[in-house]
């Protein structure tokens, strides 16, 4: 029998360890790094899963360093993806960053579609909810479904983020302000479809998953079981002495941000504000800046209002090094924690890494390096989002604990390794391979992705 494994990405591991080793075949030693013009990296998007089919598309990274003289820093930057899973999952983006297109303020403008047919849906309040990773495993007596603990989720998001500096032009003090809109489509997995690919032997059960469960037991609110249109204002402010913002060798930046969805720009009749903070902070270990020691604390809370469960694990930010903004778990703050296994109203994120720059060169007047990090994750619900869960007591009985702990959240923790490749220092594909602490969280996850996590 097949196991639903989250991203078995051979073939993107091949293709990553194919793209370091062909630089390193070729490159010649260059101790000369500057970069002026145009310059762009492009990559196949391929993955495969067992229930979401392959993965196939492409990214590319187009870069403007106008005469070199800000470099590493980049006049304009587009990134843009689009791919497709063969059972239906859809991913198209387009994001636009530069400091230059009005003077003296930095632009970003994000567009993105995303169908996920199988998002992950754990419940709330971190460990409140109980995880039982035998339900999603076909060779386990106690199997249900391999997607007992997913849902569909369609997202469209306009973003758009403004800075610019308070004082004279080299201050590190930026004001920041933006806005964001969001549209989802959520409802439960479409097992149909999800099984047109499969075999008799591995067809997926006609069986409610936990969200539908969940709304059944009136825990989601059935206003919101099928998401909605929501916008928000944010505006806050930024601290940054980095050196170099793909991979910084030194400074901080710090972001606080102050969120507010007004009821006129939301589908439902209640608003919510929300406030955002981000620490990050980096040292060179080394005269030569190849050892790095970088950390991130971030810190999440809800001050008035209702925020809809499925905005529940947005984060907000000035930057987006992913399609996605959100946690806590998977790719972008807990590497391999299950992806969104730590949600609520309010929360504290932190991350540690050692950065490694192994070696570096010059190719066709392209400044390669290759580097390596070592990481360790944490998160934790501070403040839970809250649940009636009478009819789940009444429904359930004796299976009540099977589903439910009464008590507080405590730290969920994961740790592990990563792999780096670096063209003209801003476009860094990266191979992180994370491990759960606590089973309760999951077991691993690999992830190939673009840019340093922080």
Request: charged residues 20%; proline residues 3%.
């Amino acid at each position: 029998m097949k196991k639903n494994l989250y991203i078995p990405k051979q073939i993107a591991v091949i293709l990553f360890i194919g793209f370091v080793i062909n630089i390193g075949l070729l490159a010649q030693k260059d101790t000369t790094y500057t970069k002026e013009g145009f310059t762009f990296g492009l990559l196949p998007a391929i993955s495969f899963d067992a229930d979401l089919g392959f993965q196939y598309g492409g990214l590319t990274n187009l870069y403007w360093y106008g005469d070199g003289s800000r470099y590493p820093e980049y006049d304009h930057s587009l990134y843009m993806e689009a791919s497709k899973y063969t059972a239906g999952s859809t991913l198209l983006r387009c994001y636009y960053d530069s400091p230059m297109t009005i003077r003296n303020i930095r632009t970003t403008v994000d567009l993105t579609y995303f169908r996920d047919l199988t998002m992950d849906f754990y419940g709330f309040n971190g460990y409140q909810s109980v995880y039982d990773k035998e339900w999603e495993d076909d060779s386990s007596n106690e199997y249900i479904s391999r997607v007992f603990y997913r849902h569909h989720r369609d997202m469209f998001r306009i973003l758009t983020n403004f800075k610019g500096r308070l004082g004279s032009t080299d201050s590190p003090w930026e004001w920041m302000a933006g806005f964001t809109f969001f549209d989802f489509n959520i409802k439960s997995i479409d097992i149909e479809k999800l099984n047109r690919k499969q075999d008799e032997e591995n067809a997926l059960p006609e069986l409610p998953g936990l969200y539908d469960k969940y709304i059944d037991w009136g825990i989601i609110k059935k206003e919101e079981a099928n998401g909605g249109s929501h916008a928000y204002l944010k505006a806050g402010l930024s601290y940054d002495t980095r050196d170099i913002l793909a991979n910084p060798s030194k400074g901080i930046w710090t972001e606080l941000f102050f969120i507010y969805m007004p009821s006129f720009f939301s589908s439902f009749d209640h608003s919510y504000t929300r406030i955002n903070l981000f620490h990050r902070q980096y040292f060179a270990l080394s005269s030569k800046r190849n050892l790095i020691f970088a950390y991130r604390i971030g810190l999440q809370h809800k001050l008035s209002g209702d925020i809809p469960f499925y905005l529940l694990p947005h984060m907000a930010s000035s930057v987006l090094t992913s399609a996605t903004s959100q946690g806590l778990g998977g790719a972008k703050t807990l590497r391999g924690i299950s992806r969104n296994r730590v949600v609520g109203d309010g929360n504290l994120l932190a991350n540690i890494e050692l950065r490694w720059k192994i070696w570096r060169t010059k190719l066709f007047k392209q400044d390669f390096y290759l580097g390596s990090n070592y990481f360790v994750d944490m998160g934790m619900i501070t403040q839970k989002y809250k649940i009636d869960l009478t009819e789940a007591r009444n429904q359930l009985g004796s299976d009540y604990p099977l589903y439910f702990k009464e008590a507080n959240d405590k730290l969920h923790f994961s740790y592990g390794i990563g792999l780096k490749g670096a063209l003209n220092e801003n476009f860094v594909l990266s191979a992180d391979y994370g491990i759960a602490a606590n089973k309760q969280d999951g077991t691993s996850g690999l992830y190939i992705t673009l840019n340093y996590l922080f």
